[in-house]
Each structure stands twice: as C-alpha cells, then as structure tokens.
C-alpha cells in the first residue's frame, strides 16, 4: 500500500480513526483526539513509515504510543499518539522530560502537546547501527568518531541536568544520525529526573562493551582500552566530574576529536 496524507477533516473515517485510537477504537474518543490535533495546529496525516498499525504505514510503533508523520503549515513533523491501552493517562510525562532535554539542545525540538499526542521535530536519518554500516568510503573513521563523541557529550549534558534517559544501554532505537552526521537521542518515554542519571555509562556500555553495535564500531574505530574503560565508567559513576568524563573521552579514543 502506498504512504497516503489524509486531511484532518477525513481523519473521522474510521480505517485512518483506528490508528488515532488504537488499539481500542472509540468513536466519541477520535473525535475528541481530532479536536487536539486542531488545537496543535495538524492540517494532515501522513501515513508512511517502517512499521504498520491497522493495515497502514506509520513511523514507530511501541508499546506506550505510535508514531506518524503530521502535516502543519511549517512542513513535516512528527506525531507521537497515546495508545488507548497506555499504562498511563496522558503524554504530559514525557513532555516534561522533552522539554528538559531541550532547554540543553538535546532530543527532537517540542513544538506542542496535548493530552494524548506529543507534536515535535521529525529527525529524517538511520538509526546509529544502520548509519554505522552504511557509510563508505575515505574519511568513514573519521565520521564515525566524530558522531559518537557528540553522542558521548550529549549524554554527559543530560547527566549533568540530573535526567536519566534509562534506554540507552540498549539504544539500538534511541538514536537517529541526522543528515549533518549529528546523534539526535530519541523518545523520553521512561526518562526520569527522580532516578540518579547514568547516560554516560548506559551509552558507553553500547558502544564499546556489550551489544553487536560494539563489534561494528570496532571494525570501524579500532581497538579501545575497554578495562581502562569500565575503570573510567566506575570512577565516573561515583564523580560525575568533567575531569571523569574527560577521561572516559580518552579511553574510548575520542579526546582529540
């Protein structure tokens, strides 16, 4: 099926309605969730995207809210919906976290919300494992460490703000590579401010320790000095310093980058 745009107005059919109230569709539920969307000023829906929710195409599908394309007058944005069997009663949650990562340029930019829907910037690119693997060519190294030290520094920004993403020791979909080569960390949904952060050790645990992404980022970036690592990243935990962080830079050799 190819991606369709629908109009706001043609948003009351009930095919495009089950995926605004999904999994448990509800009439009287769709059109008030239609008022929101005027109220955030969505003129479209763009049904496009990897994944599917009730024979159409969306951008994400969790088990929190579902992800499209919306349509504004300022262009393409990115729409997170509430599922209606949400294990909670509103998106306030997570704007709250986005709007924190935000006031330090991290995360898709907030451009509004509602009760049930998260209205922010659509980062078009691959998720760090598929960018990783799909650059060639002279100067791929150079690239890759170049993203990854912004990726490590914009978790070092979070920590020291005191909010915890907690998805990031397996961020496998928490971090798209826009097309500037820059790491844009997504989706806040568990972020918290009330656990104690540990963003610099939850990704460094991904890159270079744990996970297949680690093998692929070997292949690319060399060897590291892993148990000069985990040293660092223990040190770190107890003294979020700038003078630790600085030292985890060189462990991962990414100090001079």
């Known amino acids: ?17 089950k995926v605004l109230c999904y999994p448990k569709f509800s009439a009287e539920e769709l059109r008030s969730r239609i008022g929101e969307l005027k109220n955030l000023g969505v003129k479209a829906i763009q049904f496009a995207g990897p994944k599917m929710a009730c024979d159409l195409h969306v951008l994400g599908k969790g088990c929190v809210s579902i992800v499209v394309t919306a349509l504004t007058e300022t262009g393409k944005t990115a729409l997170k919906i509430r599922r209606t069997d949400a294990d909670r009663s509103s998106m306030t949650h997570e704007t709250e976290m986005l709007k924190k990562a935000n006031s330090i340029n991290v995360g898709p930019t907030l451009l509004g919300a509602t009760q049930n829907f998260i209205l922010m910037e659509l980062i078009e690119g691959p998720w760090l494992p598929d960018w990783i693997t799909s650059i060639k060519g002279r100067g791929k190294a150079k690239r890759v460490r170049r993203t990854l030290r912004l990726l490590l520094e914009d978790c ?10 907690g998805e990031l020791s397996r961020a496998t979909k928490h971090v798209i590579v826009d097309p500037g080569d820059r790491p844009r960390i997504v989706d806040f949904e ?8 540990s963003n610099v050790t939850s990704i460094c645990q991904y890159l270079f320790i744990g996970s297949h992404v680690a093998r692929k980022i070997q ?14 990243l223990r040190n770190y935990k107890k003294e979020p310093t700038l003078e630790n962080f600085a030292k985890i830079l060189s462990s991962c ?5």
């Open 156 to 165: 070092w920004k979070l920590d020291q703000i005191g909010l915890d993403h």
């Open 1 to 17: 099926m190819a991606d369709i745009a629908v109009p706001i107005d043609r948003l009351h059919n009930k095919r495009y309605g």
């Open 190 to 197: 568990t972020a918290s401010i009330m656990r104690k952060p």
């Open 219 to 232: 292949r690319v970036h060399g060897l590291i000095q892993r148990e000069n690592l985990i040293h660092n």
């Open 253 to 257: 050799r990414l100090e001079n980058i």
